[in-house]
Nanobody, 119 residues
Framework: VQLQASGGGLVQAGGSLRLSCAAS????????MGWFRQAPGKEREFVAD????????YYADSVKNRFTISRDNAKNTLDLQMNNLKPEDTAVYYC?????????????WGQGTLVTVSS
């Protein structure tokens, strides 16, 4: 599956951004989809994901109640609504996919989109 992330940019602390990820190549609805981020000098970390069956969602504690992940299986898109952004949210954000029908790691990655939050 091919993934293309977009929507990053520069925003002031307290502001909002909405990231999108367009998927192609496979049956999107059979995949768990996730967002990860990597800040300068840090390891990539999990942000949120949404499961293929039932659309259960999971969030990192650092973004819980501020970020919302959603998917549209008809449009093959994944979104991340980010509210009340903080400078520590500054990072390159990546969308990722893994087959939902078998145990697996996130193995398909988009190219990343940069989010910069100014204080």
């Amino acid at each position: 599956v091919q993934l293309q992330a977009s929507g990053g940019g520069l925003v002031q602390a307290g502001g909002s951004l909405r990231l999108s990820c367009a998927a192609s190549g496979r049956t999107f609805s059979n995949y768990d989809m996730g967002w990860f981020r990597q800040a300068p000098g840090k390891e990539r970390e999990f942000v949120a994901d949404i499961r293929w069956r039932g659309s259960a969602t999971y969030y990192a504690d650092s973004v819980k109640n501020r970020f919302t992940i959603s998917r549209d299986n008809a449009k093959n898109t994944l979104d991340l609504q980010m509210n009340n952004l903080k400078p520590e949210d500054t990072a390159v954000y990546y969308c990722a996919a893994r087959p939902g029908t078998i145990p697996s790691r996130y193995t398909y990655w988009g190219q990343g989109t940069l989010v910069t939050v100014s204080s």
